[in-house]
């Protein structure tokens, strides 16, 4: 870029001579020139340095100014950028932080996890949030950030920062309203949140979700029906959903998404033959984990299979009567999830595996032969 040198001497007079408004004018100068032309990465670094070392002797004014300009710029230099973001005054930091499409994913958090609740707030209405940066503000977020991102229609959460989500609506009706609109909300969260709402918030949601409230009230009764074995191998549904996970797996699709995408629609013959595939346990060990109140058995299965807390937390959902679960129950089960060991939970499923093992050389198929 012919013009870098003259501008680093330019920046280096400006600041020199120390006054307000040579400082101004070299800024100006370098942005101008910046939005105005099309450049390399290195030369945008370059605008960068010159841009970065005078915003460091403006004033807030100009400073304010600058970051409306930057925050509208598609190549704005990424130095520039977080210089702006992490800065303390709001009037500086609100426009990247709500518009950048050059702020990356780590400053939202870093920014979310030390700033004030209006640089919360700003990054709250983003046009699109990541999980990682949601679930920062639904913890340390004040009402108006939380209420801010539920809106926000470009915001994704991860199925932790939902639960926490739904323990915040409790008592807070608009909330509560703003997360149940949300149509990436899955039914079982959906549920939680209605079994805590007010009754104004129930009739306002069933009047604008009513496919979502039809669809809580015909579940229950199918599901207790599932945990129950209502549908058991003798029914047609069930050899369907096992010839269907059985030809998946032997083509090598079934995985952890699978598993997950499954318990989420409550298929829950799906669910118990994918996992005595995957953990070469018959069907009737997996229903027996997926039921018992005792969440231990499903939690080491889970982390044995290497699934996530969140892919664990829908089997556990799954298997809840009635889908629920309470805020204590579902902090302690994280927990225990969190402390056990890949290598520990492997072992003990070898030994549920040597025990069913025994048994069929006994006399007694195992249902995953049969599966099989």
């Known amino acids: 870029m012919n013009g870098a040198t003259t501008l680093l001497q330019d920046l280096d007079d400006a600041i020199a001579r120390g006054t307000d408004e040579s400082r101004t004018r070299a800024l100006w100068h370098a942005t101008d020139i910046l939005i105005t032309g099309r450049y390399s990465d290195d030369e945008i670094s370059t605008f960068g340095e010159v841009i970065g070392r005078l915003a460091d002797e403006i004033e807030v004014a100009a400073r304010v100014q600058l970051s409306e300009v930057m925050a509208a710029c598609d190549h704005a230099p990424l130095n520039v950028i977080a210089q702006l973001a992490t800065a303390d005054e709001i009037e500086v930091a609100g426009p990247v932080l709500r518009d950048s499409n050059r702020i990356d994913?780590?400053?939202l958090v870093e920014s979310a996890m030390t700033k004030s609740q209006s640089?919360?707030?700003?990054i709250a209405q983003r046009k699109s949030i990541g999980e990682a940066v949601t679930d920062v503000l639904v913890k340390r977020g004040d009402q108006e950030v939380v209420t801010s991102v539920a809106r926000n229609e470009g915001a994704r959460f991860s199925g932790s920062g939902l639960l926490h989500m739904v323990r915040r609506a409790e008592g807070d009706s608009i909330l509560a309203e703003q997360l149940g609109l949300r149509?990436?909300?899955p039914r079982h969260i959906f549920q939680q949140l209605i079994s805590k709402a007010s009754e104004d918030v129930r009739r306002r949601l069933e009047h604008e979700r009513p496919e979502m409230m039809a669809q809580i009230q015909s579940s229950v009764s199918d599901v207790t029906g599932d945990l129950h074995s209502k549908f058991g191998p003798s029914s047609r549904s069930y050899f369907v959903a096992k010839r269907v996970v059985?030809?998946?797996y032997r083509q090598g699709n079934l995985n952890q998404d699978s598993i997950s995408n499954y318990a989420r629609q409550h298929r829950f013959d799906?669910?118990?033959i994918g996992l005595s595939l995957l953990s070469s346990l018959p069907v009737d060990v997996i229903e027996r984990a997926m039921m018992d109140r005792n969440r231990e058995m499903i939690l080491v299965l889970c982390k044995?299979?290497?699934?996530?807390w969140d892919t664990t937390m829908s089997l556990l959902f799954l298997g809840a009567k009635d889908?629920?679960?309470t805020a204590r129950e579902l902090h302690d089960n994280e927990r225990d999830f969190g402390k056990l060991k890949i290598e520990t939970s492997r072992s003990v499923l070898k030994f549920y595996q040597s025990r069913k093992s025994a048994g069929a050389d006994a006399g007694r198929q195992p249902e995953l032969q049969q599966v099989h």
């Open 323 to 325: 889908h629920l679960i």
């Open 304 to 308: 044995a299979l290497d699934f996530s």
């Open 119 to 122: 640089h919360l707030l700003a």
């Open 105 to 107: 994913e780590k400053l």
């Open 183 to 185: 149509k990436d909300v």
């Open 246 to 248: 059985t030809t998946q």
């Open 270 to 272: 799906e669910v118990q």
